[in-house]
T-cell receptor, first 115, second 114 residues
Framework: NAGVTQTPKFQVLKTGQSMTLQCAQD?????MSWYRQDPGMGLRLIHY???????DQGEVPNGYNVSRSTTEDFPLRLLSAAPSQTSVYFC??????????????FGEGSRLTVL | AQSVTQLGSHVSVSEGALVLLRCNYS??????LFWYVQYPNQGLQLLLK??????LVKGINGFEAEFKKSETSFHLTKPSAHMSDAAEYFC????????????FGQGTTLQVKP
């Protein structure tokens, strides 16, 4: 049982480059989300989705785009990377309604450095 | 808007001593409350959750937390610390809607000294 899978685990970018962090889950969860983790700031919600075709902004959405074309996948795009986006990124999913246990399932994280 | 405050970014205890990690929340609706643990270079793992059933919630690894509405608190405790408990702990709040959004506190790093 894979759960939530994130790729890549590590990435170094130059300022202005673009990239996509991939996230896939095999639990048929309707809710998926992206967080960034920075020292002393906990986890901050970037974007989330409550189902295919539906996305919404979290606390810190600027500089990031998302889409949700399938239930399984929720990629996070950085169109023009900035040093302030150096962080550890976590994807997380959760069942909704009848499949909701209240628990958010996390991937192992993607560590991004922007030079 | 919901928010979570964890008092103390670092807590240090001796092995065998009581662990107490503090969490206060703000929510305009009945909340769901969670504690997650993060070991080095890993993702977050659920320790326990409160979803409006019993106010004293027992979790994994001997941890428990008590929901106190009058104090808007959800402190995490463990009677006797083990070296393996050294990690970062996050308190989180969610509303009871189906959006599933979790708002996290800043985290508390627990150090366990031999």
């Amino acid at each position: 049982n894979a759960g939530v899978t994130q790729t890549p685990k590590f990435q170094v970018l130059k300022t202005g480059q673009s990239m996509t962090l991939q996230c896939a889950q095999d639990m048929n969860h309707e809710y998926m989300s992206w967080y960034r983790q920075d020292p002393g700031m906990g986890l901050r919600l970037i974007h989330y989705s409550v189902g295919a075709g539906i996305t919404d902004q979290g606390e810190v959405p600027n500089g990031y785009n998302v889409s949700r074309s399938t239930t399984e996948d929720f990629p996070l795009r950085l169109l023009s990377a900035a040093p302030s986006q150096t962080s550890v990124y976590f994807c997380a999913s959760r069942g909704v309604g009848g499949t909701d246990t209240g628990e958010l399932f996390f991937g192992e994280g993607s560590r991004l450095t922007v030079l | 808007a919901q928010s979570v405050t964890q008092l103390g970014s670092h807590v240090s205890v001796s092995e065998g001593a009581l662990v107490l990690l503090r969490c206060n929340y703000s929510s305009s609706v009945p909340p769901y409350l969670f504690w997650y643990v993060q070991y080095p270079n890993q993702g977050l793992q659920l320790l326990l959750k409160y979803t409006s059933a019993a106010t004293l919630v027992k979790g994994i690894n001997g941890f428990e937390a008590e929901f106190k509405k009058s104090e808007t608190s959800f402190h995490l405790t463990k009677p006797s610390a083990h070296m393996s408990d050294a990690a970062e702990y996050f308190c989180a709040v969610s509303d009871s809607s189906n959006t599933g959004k979790l708002i996290f506190g800043q985290g508390t790093t627990l150090q366990v000294k031999p």
